[in-house]
């Protein structure tokens, strides 16, 4: 047991008098003070005083006031982070680049559903006689089956493509950009906003400005029901967001501080709540910033170690009594250099040699490396890693205490993580886009009318290789051919869609058929196969032994006989 609370079953002088005169009311009493201290040692953890920890209770905050007085605090540590510490800068640009990448692409997916007319008569067998609904099940299937609106879905790529090359604001920036932006700065702040903007000189008349998480105000108004604005975000009945209280700029650098009412409808709120009822984020730095700061203490103090290493100093006794170092003449400080008590200074440099006297000595002097820095380094990276839930490899690409399999299955970890933050994005950012964007095409007629829910897309996010492309190539083939994964899903996984796959193979194919050569890795068409060795076949062999056909007594039909073709060049393979 936890010797902190061995000292209440101790024995007091009212438990001695009951253990007197009523043995089994004191044997009752300290079976229950014992389970009572067997339950306070359970929960050792959330005592408020703890003599190893010295650790106390913090305050019961509620969502709000959880970060209220401590988040900007906290982004603004994250920024400076970010700007001076090289870690936590590259960090940020990795993870962008492992999640987004070059961009989470849309594919729209237009299905045409061909209704059965309630008139036509059920499914029937070619004798005419109606099938039970498992013989039917295929012929249905093939007869309300649903097919691609290709046409449709063609449009809605060149439109889309063409809008998002410069759908901000400002006309430079691409909808990817803003993806790869987007997710920096959860990482950094927490929390981006994006406005949609009516742009009425484009095509679509569609703009998206991005807000930082400093423009969005921290005035906060309290009703006392739950409703009101928390941080800059209006809040109504049943927690629901009405608006956004939003600075026309940073306000760093405004002088008419004024907030603008933006309505939610118009606010695209992206943020990592760690409460279910936050109307804000916080920056992700927070659980590492107490490791990263001591490292950054301990890597100034060696730095200052190692400066003070370099510049080493010798001292020069000669005989015991302080002098002139031999060779140096002592004169007033405008004739040499000597310091405040009058003694002669000098410098050593490389090939130099000193003469003194029998009595004289040199010492040296200078501080000690540590050894000691580069491990507690490492424990401080680990622990911010863990913080930012990645590996300590990927965090900073220090891949010299591993092995190949420890690699491999850091690499598999950290792609574990991201891709609930890829579908995290498109949740939170590019459908509410994409349902805004088709809106608005249909509003101004470049789109047909209809429900823009219907109309949806399928996002490609950009895939990462294979860590071991052979073993986990086959790994794919073996899934795929069992049944537990779809060659669409292999595909996805590593950022192709499998429709442009079958394009663009087919398209292969028939370029190499064309121009005679056989792709061992294409197989080919067999009706193509076969037609082209039937062309560069040799004709049959006649008893002159030439490859000329036999002589016919008279020309078929009243026609001259052709010669034989020539043979055709083999087929190249590759």
């Known amino acids: 047991m936890n010797s902190v609370y061995t000292d209440d079953l101790v024995p007091t002088a009212f438990d001695q008098f009951l253990l007197r005169w009523a043995p089994g009311w004191a044997a009752k009493r300290g079976e229950n003070r014992f389970r009572i201290c067997q339950m306070r040692a359970a929960y050792d953890f959330a005592e408020h005083f703890n003599r190893l920890r010295a650790r106390e209770i913090p305050k019961n905050w509620g969502p709000h006031g959880e970060i209220r007085d401590s988040r900007m605090k906290a982004l603004l540590v994250s920024r400076d982070l970010d700007r001076n510490n090289a870690w936590i800068h590259g960090l940020f640009n990795s993870l962008a680049d492992s999640i987004i990448g070059r961009g989470i692409r849309p594919e729209p997916r237009i299905r045409m559903k061909r209704i059965r007319s309630p008139m036509t008569p059920p499914p029937a067998d070619p004798e005419g006689n109606p099938m039970d609904s498992t013989s039917a099940r295929p012929q249905a299937a093939k007869q309300l089956g649903k097919t691609f609106n290709v046409p449709l879905q063609d449009k809605i790529a060149e439109l889309w493509e063409k809008w998002q090359k410069g759908c901000d604001t ?153 002098g002139p170092m031999p060779g140096v003449k002592k004169g007033p400080p405008s004739e040499g250099p000597i310091d405040k008590d009058g003694n002669q200074l000098t410098h050593v440099e490389g090939g130099m040699f000193l003469k003194g006297g029998q009595n004289d000595d040199l010492k040296t002097g200078g501080p000690n490396l540590s050894t000691a820095f580069e491990p507690y380094t490492r424990v401080m990276l680990r622990q911010a890693a863990c913080g930012f839930n990645v590996s300590y490899a990927f965090m900073c690409r220090d891949f010299s205490e591993g092995n190949f399999s420890s690699q491999r299955m850091g690499a ?59 073993t986990d190539i086959e790994a794919d083939k073996q899934a795929v051919l069992a049944g537990f994964k779809s060659i669409q899903t292999v595909c996805a996984e590593h950022g192709f869609d499998f429709y442009e796959v079958c394009d663009q193979l087919e398209e292969a194919r028939l370029y190499a058929a064309e121009k005679g050569v056989v792709l061992d890795v294409l197989p080919p068409d067999p009706m193509a196969m076969m037609e082209l060795e039937a062309s560069l076949a040799p004709p049959p062999m006649n008893g002159n032994g030439n490859g000329s056909k036999p002589a016919a007594k008279g020309p078929p039909n009243g026609k001259k006989p052709q010669a034989a073709p020539k043979p055709k060049t083999a087929p190249r393979r590759f």
């Open 412 to 470: 598999l970890e950290d792609r574990k993580h991201w891709r609930p933050r890829q579908k995290f994005q498109v949740d939170h950012f590019c459908e509410q886009v994409w349902v805004k964007w088709i809106e608005v095409a249909m509003a101004v007629g470049k789109l047909p009318a209809g429900d823009p829910l219907e109309m949806k897309a399928e996002w490609r996010p950009d895939g990462w290789d294979w860590v071991d492309p052979a």
């Open 170 to 322: 400002s006309g430079k920036r691409s909808f990817y950009e803003l993806q790869w932006r987007g997710e920096r700065e959860l990482w950094a702040a927490g929390e981006f906003l994006i406005v949609l903007v009516d742009a009425p000189d484009r095509d679509i008349p569609l703009a998206l400005e991005v807000v930082s998480a400093e423009r969005l105000a921290e005035h906060t108004v309290d009703n006392g029901d739950g409703t009101g604005v928390f941080d800059g975000v209006e809040v109504g009945p049943g927690s629901e967001t009405l608006a956004y209280h939003i600075w026309t700029g940073d306000p760093a650098e405004m002088t008419n501080r004024t907030p603008k009412r933006i309505p939610a409808e118009r606010v695209i709120h992206v943020y990592d709540n760690n409460r279910t009822d936050s109307v804000r984020g916080f920056p992700r730095a927070h659980s590492s910033g107490n490791s990263l700061a001591s490292l950054a203490k301990a890597f100034d103090y060696e730095l200052t170690r190692m400066q003070m290493a370099s510049a080493y100093a010798f001292l020069w006794k000669s005989g015991g009594v302080p």
